[in-house]
């Protein structure tokens, strides 16, 4: 099953960047985007599930995507961890993702 939401996609405009990659991160909210990781359910042509992504800024963004500087494998795991749960408990308080209690 595909995951696609144009109100997850949306969902960024504006938001903070929850990667806030040191010494990288431009803290600018007006240039971030639904940033998408790698995955199992990405290939060629193919952005992973919308549910597998971050908001990120430029810059973070060109990092994570390997357009721009570098990361140690450990550090880039680590920083796509994390925005991914920021992500998520962000999407949870605007109600756009439900965890049932």
Known sequence: MRIESKKLRASARGEDCTL????????????VVLCHLPDESHGMARKSDDICAVFGCAACHDVIDGRAGSLS???????????MVRTWRRWIALGLVKVPK
Do not use: W
Not at 20 to 31: E, L, M, P, R
Not at 73 to 83: C, H, L
């Open 20 to 31: 806030n990659i040191a010494g990288v991160c431009s803290y600018d909210s007006a240039t």
């Open 73 to 83: 494998t450990e550090d880039r795991q680590f920083y796509m961890r994390r925005a």
